[in-house]
Structure formats: structure tokens, C-alpha cells
């Protein structure tokens, strides 16, 4: 069992940034690849971007493509999700997510929430206007 605890959430004006980060106990998390998503009100859950379990290989949505970066720290089994430029668009509650990956430097499918099997509670991201 993986369990995951986002932080970092809260209130930001637009053009700001915020970083999150999500903690992992249970096991380590070198073995998996890493997913975060999001979901704003009233909205299916959306893909955000991916992480390859060597850190090496990124994917991203191309609604945050150029303004989020997602990184890993093994050692720490943490993975952190910096947002840049942020809009109002960019409100909802961010998760992460865990999946057991064979590959170092692949994610198979990183933006089906199906694939992973592992989830946070959830951090809330909100940008005011």
C-alpha cells in the first residue's frame, strides 16, 4: 500500500505561483510512476501531468504545458508540482496519484485516472482574478 498526502494548496492571485507537494509512505516510491490531476466543481476529473518513476521522462496536459513542472525527489519520496502563471481556470482540487511502472522511463497511459492505483485526499488550489 502507497498512501499519499498532498500540500502546499491555498489562495493565489492570478499570475502567481504556488508549488505542491505529495508525500509518500508505505513503500518506496522509486517503482512508480506519479500522476497529478485535478477537479474543479461541477467537472470531471482532469489530467494535469505525469512523472516517469527515474524522474527522467515528464508528460504534461496541454492546458498547463509551459507554466507547471513536475519533479521527484526518491530520496525524499516526494513529488512536487511548481505552477507558474497561474489563472483562474487553474482553480480545483489537485491529487496525486501512484502507479506501480515496470519502466524507469515510460508511463503507459499517464492520463487515464483508471491506471492509477493509488490517490491522495486532494489539495485546493484556488486563483483569484
Known amino acids: 500500500q502507497v498512501q499519499l498526502v498532498e500540500s502546499g494548496g491555498g489562495l493565489v492571485q492570478a499570475g502567481g505561483s504556488l508549488r505542491l507537494s505529495c508525500a509518500a509512505s508505505?513503500?518506496?516510491?522509486?517503482?512508480?510512476?506519479m500522476g497529478w490531476f485535478r477537479q474543479a466543481p461541477g467537472k470531471e476529473r482532469e489530467f494535469v501531468g505525469a512523472i516517469s518513476g527515474s524522474g527522467r521522462i515528464t508528460y504534461y496536459a496541454d492546458s498547463v504545458k509551459g507554466r507547471f513542472t513536475i519533479s521527484r525527489d526518491n530520496a525524499k519520496n516526494t513529488v512536487y508540482l511548481q505552477m507558474n502563471s497561474l489563472k483562474p481556470e487553474d482553480t480545483a482540487v489537485y491529487y496525486c496519484?501512484?502507479?506501480?511502472?515496470?519502466?524507469?522511463?515510460?508511463?503507459?497511459?499517464?492520463?487515464?485516472?483508471?491506471?492509477?492505483?493509488?490517490w491522495g485526499q486532494g489539495t485546493q488550489v484556488t486563483v483569484s482574478s
Open positions: 508505505g513503500r518506496t516510491i522509486s517503482g512508480y510512476a
Open positions: 496519484a501512484a502507479k506501480f511502472s515496470a519502466y524507469a522511463d515510460y508511463v503507459h497511459s499517464p492520463s487515464e485516472p483508471s491506471n492509477y492505483a493509488y
